[in-house]
């Protein structure tokens, strides 16, 4: 994802700093070529070596180093960088950067860098919140740097509140939603539906499936990647919301059909991946209902379907693809729904296909579209969210609704 890449490590002198080493192998694991740059006084909290071992490449820490090729080394380095990300940043280095100066290595090539530049602060909460802290933060972000702001926690100096470092997961998808893909979907408003719907039988009890979301997410992440605005539309999932993602959480199919028709409207794209309850009780009980002898029975009603009301309601140009998980006639079953539904295009995936459903990280599906249907091989769900895509905006083009439809670029992961 981050091949050919030069992302640019600066490591200043806070506790956080013994995180970046997880940060930058994930980095180097993604193809990227990490170069790291440690203030003199991240020196005492973690050593170049550790740097130099994960990354592969020299760890730089001051300007007048003993090696001579590092002497013109910030003027090449920043040119070379297709990112700078200080972190963690100390309230000192914030200071420092937002007022052009560049009294060491890490500054200096700062300074020379014009690729984009995030700053990730990391520090004891009441220099955080000293007003002179966010002054500096405020003009970092006039200057067109990006502020990662800190979790709320327990800080290694005792305090609790702002201050300390997002993990490096964090950091690493804030430097993949910038690099690791092309753009060619900047303009582009997509609406991705994922999860299962919870349909309440009293407070206590509720009917569901199993839809873990994995799918819809993918797809939402893919999307912001590629620079589109994404709404994500979710039932309860044990996901973390991507980055760059829109996320309304809804728990019921009457939920989720007010969210997705009350956004509707002004999307270019709407994928339904989610697994919505076709029935729901009649009644829902206010108190928990208690057991008696013999069966019981419920009494169930017809939810709305939201693929149908789109279908119905489709705005011009507007592309609409739904997902169908079956365990038998999967290719009738599936057109079935893209005609009755009026939909471009309907993702088919069998439960009983190995590498497909729930909760895999995987899936095999077939795309069915009024041309026939085009079963893909087994692959990540990342890259079916990839494919996807490059077939929804390549079709939305063929209608007329979406211009400047994007390169076939294929899966990138
Ligand atoms: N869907 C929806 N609203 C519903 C039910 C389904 O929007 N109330 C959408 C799903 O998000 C999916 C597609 O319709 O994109 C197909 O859903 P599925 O439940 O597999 O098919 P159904 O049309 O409900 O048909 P059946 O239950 O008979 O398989």
Request: hydrophobic letters at 40%; a negative charge; proline letters at 4%.
């Amino acid at each position: 994802m981050l091949q050919g890449k030069t992302v640019v490590l600066g490591v200043s002198g806070g506790i956080a700093a013994y995180k970046i080493p997880n940060l930058a192998s994930r980095l180097k694991k993604l193809g990227a070529d990490v170069e790291v740059i440690l203030t003199e006084n991240a020196g005492n909290f973690i050593t170049p070596i550790t740097f130099e071992a994960l990354t592969g490449n020299r760890c730089l820490i001051n300007t007048f180093d003993r090696n001579f090729r590092f002497q013109v080394e910030h003027v090449e380095l920043a040119k070379r960088a297709d990112l700078f990300m200080i972190a963690p940043a100390t309230a000192n280095v914030i200071a420092k950067i937002a007022h052009g100066l560049a009294d060491d290595m890490l500054t200096t090539v700062f300074l020379a860098c014009q690729a984009p530049k995030f700053v990730v602060p990391a520090m004891n909460t009441r220099m955080y919140e000293n007003p002179v802290t966010q002054d500096n933060l405020d003009i970092c972000r006039r200057y067109g740097m990006k502020v990662i702001e800190p979790a709320r926690g327990y800080l290694a100096c005792g305090d609790t509140g702002a201050g300390k470092m997002p993990e490096p997961d964090i950091l690493a998808e804030h430097i993949l939603l910038e690099l690791a893909c092309e753009k060619d979907l900047a303009g582009k408003k997509v609406l991705v539906t994922a999860g299962p719907t919870c349909e309440a039988i009293d407070p206590v009890r509720y009917i569901t499936n199993h839809s873990t979301g994995k799918m819809g997410y993918a797809i939402a992440q893919a999307a912001a990647f590629r620079g589109a605005q994404v709404t994500l539309v979710s039932g309860p999932t044990a996901l973390a919301a991507p980055l760059g993602v829109k996320l309304v959480e809804v728990v019921s199919a009457r939920e989720m059909f007010e969210e997705v028709t009350k956004a509707a409207g002004e999307q270019d794209a709407i994928i339904k991946a989610a697994a919505v309850a076709d029935y729901r009780p009649a009644y829902v009980r206010d108190e928990k209902t208690k057991k008696s002898g013999g069966q019981v029975s419920l009494e169930l009603e017809r939810t709305d379907d939201i693929l149908a009301w789109l279908g119905e309601h489709r705005q011009p140009g507007q592309f609409l693809c739904g997902f169908s998980m079956e365990t038998q006639n999967v290719l009738e079953n599936s057109r079935e729904k893209l005609l009755k539904k009026h939909v471009d295009m309907i993702v088919a995936n069998s439960l009983r296909e190995e590498g497909a459903g729930f909760g895999t990280d995987t899936n095999v599906v077939t795309l069915i579209t009024q041309d026939g249907a085009e079963q893909w091989e087994k692959m990540t769900k990342f890259q079916v969210a990839h494919r996807l895509l490059d077939r929804v905006f390549k079709d939305s083009g063929k209608n007329g609704g979406i211009p400047d439809s994007p390169p076939d670029m294929g899966a990138d992961f």
